[in-house]
């Protein structure tokens, strides 16, 4: 299998350094990524509206909210601890309120030394106690409203001025979805910065302890770096930007580009008696892009599956997914070759211990298949249950370190309030107007019941308003129009139109709701909060706010990326059958398929690891690597004719694929392991998801697959 310096077609192969091809290819893998860095933005963007595209009836709804009422549920919450009953304390809420007033989108800022008259008469407000003092009566809070999506100077603005101003006795502490917002982008930008850049020299480690070829390295690394710039570009012209999802886009693109092009430089090395180098690779080429194809068409379709999704992330991974799976087959079969054309055979006799180690490492694990097999389906049968109450609606809480600064400030603020904003709209059953003292009372009612809720912190709503204008002296002769009119005016802050329609038949519910020790989906709390306003005689006419729009999104995840699996599984089935030309092995390839999800989502379940949206579709990436692997194992079978019998053959080919199938799986742990040791819990569980799913797609691969593959029969 491995040629000699002299062939016996009586050629010596000439050393070369380059050849004009790998020149022009290297020059212009310079060029591309010199223009990208310049021009693309790789920030993530993480927007308000980033859960769902606009003709969403979710997201029209939360719109539509925005119609009626002046929205203020954008909010930037600093809870200040402390003696909140010195003057000192009070002193420094005012200096810390006027520096935060001055800054650019700031729309208005509310603390006990701007809106109540003073602490006293904070306390003593039925709304100004809710929306400024904590639970505990040991902090209070600088609510900033920011107009739309705030810029990044906003929050680095009070992050700093929080920082100086932090003592011991006026610690401070900040949430509210903006600055949620602000953190998760920051943490994606340094995570991707930093263990991008690790992972590539991982996986150059182990590409050149592999192949013990620097022209192989590099043919990598300027093959994988076109397909990912390429990506890049037309995503750019799509006017597709980086995000939260998409932020991994570079990595997904080097682990598809680089599966295929190991089972092509194996190939390639399996070849013997080629009568030149071109024609050595021309035939790699040809025994390969055919399942490389059908690798690169079943990527396809489940990227493809993601465009018909309403939620903004998953459609945007969908739509640059197939991109960067059709950029990747281009790229390895016109760029990677050219590369091989100028690695001279003498080579390839230099890398026998990586051999001799591969084949040790595949003795070892047969000889423990069967108890490995044994695990793997015991572990099934004991976590299938799970799969019905995988935490596909995780806290936002767990989007940051248990032991991080801004996970304690959120946990502080969730507890004393409620760190999710809400926004129910609720109207009278029978059409009646809200502006009158029969209907007040029955929304104090509902006000106080849902307050009752454990998934309810703060309320600032219709009632609460009204409320405050009962404590007017004479409020028993008060106008309730009058006074709704009066509180329009711009010296009122026009805080009626945030909570009373103009027609006075709707009313707004501002709800901070807590994701702490929640065990029930957020859905399912909003549909119990139907439940209560409805019992009052009322009926939530419209729904929004981050709370539900994540709700809705948890539940498209758990529909698109999980349970949707089976439909995908069932078209590679169909791909299995007209690849491998078997109902056999398009059976054992269904089957091997679908162990690779219910193993790790099993897993997943058992331990409520929280499968939130970055972490989701690493399961997908794990399925990939099975069914390329597994395809490319039906096609060295097909090619294995000289051995007669089914079960040899099978049992050869395995032998034949385990060092690629372990080449490409020892790569992507080494490169995806490094997300471990990430400070950002998304980027560790999507990076844990992706190592874990690919050792066990390899193992089913390798032995599960052709275990279901064989017949006593010879042949086919």
Not at 88 to 117: C, H, M, R, W
Not at 359 to 386: D, N, S
Not at 613 to 637: E, L, R
Request: proline fraction near 3%; include cysteine; aromatic fraction near 10%.
């Amino acid at each position: 299998m491995i040629e000699n310096p002299v062939s016996s077609r009586g050629f010596r192969i000439k050393k070369k350094i380059f050849s004009w091809e790998t020149c022009v290819f290297v020059l212009l893998t310079l060029l591309t990524v010199t223009v990208i860095t310049r021009y693309i933005d790789f920030t993530p963007h993480v927007d308000y509206d980033f859960f769902f595209s606009n003709e969403d009836a979710h997201y029209q709804a939360d719109t539509n909210i925005s119609k009626v009422f002046t929205r203020k549920d954008s909010q930037i919450i600093v809870s200040i601890r402390g003696n909140i009953y010195s003057k000192e304390y009070a002193n420094k809420i005012e200096y810390l309120t006027s520096i935060i007033k001055t800054f650019q989108n700031v729309t208005g800022v509310k603390s006990i030394t701007d809106g109540p008259s003073d602490l006293k008469d904070a306390l003593e407000s039925p709304f100004w106690s809710r929306l400024l003092i904590a639970d505990n009566k040991e902090s209070t809070n600088i609510v900033v409203i920011v107009q739309g999506s705030p810029d990044n100077s906003v929050i680095n603005k009070i992050e700093n001025l929080a920082n100086v101003m932090d003592e011991s006795d006026f610690h401070i502490k900040i949430s509210g979805f903006p600055y949620i917002v602000e953190q998760i982008q920051k943490q994606l930008q340094k995570d991707l910065t930093k263990f991008t850049i690790l992972s590539f020299i991982l996986f150059a480690l182990v590409v050149v302890f592999i192949f013990r070829s620097w022209r192989i390295f590099l043919g990598i690394i300027v093959t994988c770096c076109n397909a990912s710039a390429m990506t890049f570009m037309i995503s750019d012209l799509l006017h597709l930007k980086v995000g939260l999802l998409t932020a991994n886009l570079a990595t997904i693109t080097f682990v598809l580009t680089l599966s295929q092009i190991i089972f092509l430089t194996y190939n390639w090395k399996r070849i013997r008696n080629a009568p030149n180098p071109e024609a050595r690779v021309n035939e790699a080429i040809r025994i390969t892009c055919i399942a490389s194809f059908w690798c690169m068409l079943t990527t396809l379709l489940g990227f493809l599956s993601l465009m018909s999704v309403p939620a903004k992330p998953l459609r945007e991974l969908g739509i640059s997914g197939s991109i960067t799976t059709l950029l990747s087959f281009i790229t390895v079969y016109s760029i990677f070759p050219s590369f091989l054309r100028i690695i001279e055979t003498t080579h390839i006799s230099a890398d026998e211990s990586v051999n001799n180690l591969m084949q040790w490492g595949f003795h070892i694990v047969e000889k423990i298949k069967l108890l490995l097999m044994v695990a793997v389906l015991g572990t099934i049968a004991l976590t299938i249950p799970k799969l019905w109450v995988l935490n596909t609606d995780p806290s936002l809480l767990t989007y940051f370190s248990r032991h991080s600064d801004i996970h304690d400030g959120l946990l502080y603020i969730d507890k004393n309030g409620g760190s999710s904003p809400l926004v129910i709209v609720v109207q009278d059953k029978d059409g009646q107007t809200l502006d009158s003292n029969k209907i007040y009372q029955r929304l104090w009612d509902l006000q106080q019941e849902l307050e009752r809720s454990a998934d309810v912190g703060t309320i600032l709503s219709l009632p609460t308003l009204m409320a405050e204008g009962k404590r007017l002296p004479l409020s028993f002769l008060l106008n309730w129009n009058w006074f709704f009119r009066a509180l329009e005016q711009p010296e009122y802050d026009h805080i009626a139109k945030s909570f009373i329609s103009s027609d006075r038949k709707s009313g707004l519910f501002l709800l901070r709701m807590r994701e702490v020790d929640r065990s029930r989906s957020r859905l399912e709390v909003i549909k119990n909060l139907g439940t209560i306003i409805d019992k009052h005689g009322f009926s939530p006419s419209l729904v929004g706010g981050i709370y539900a729009l994540q709700g809705h999104l948890s539940l498209l995840i758990a529909d698109s990326l999980v349970y949707s699996l089976g439909k995908l599984i069932g078209i590679f089935a169909l791909i299995a059958f007209a690849f491998g030309r078997s109902i056999r092995i398009s059976l054992a390839m269904t089957t091997a398929i679908g162990i690779i999800p219910l193993f790790i989502l099993g897993i997943i379940g058992y331990f409520q690891i929280p499968l939130d949206t970055i972490a989701a579709p690493a399961t997908n990436v794990a399925i990939g690597m099975g069914i390329d692997s597994m395809i490319h194992m039906v096609n060295i079978f097909h090619l294995s004719k000289h051995v007669t019998s089914n079960s040899t053959r099978w049992a050869h080919v395995s032998r034949e694929m385990w060092q690629p199938i372990m080449t490409s799986t020892l790569i992507i742990c080494a490169g995806f392991g490094i997300f471990f040791f990430s400070s950002f819990p998304p980027t560790q569980r999507f990076g844990g998801t992706i190592v874990f799913g690919t050792l066990v797609s390899a193992f089913s691969s390798i032995f599960i697959f052709p275990l279901l593959a064989r017949s006593n029969k010879k042949g086919v």
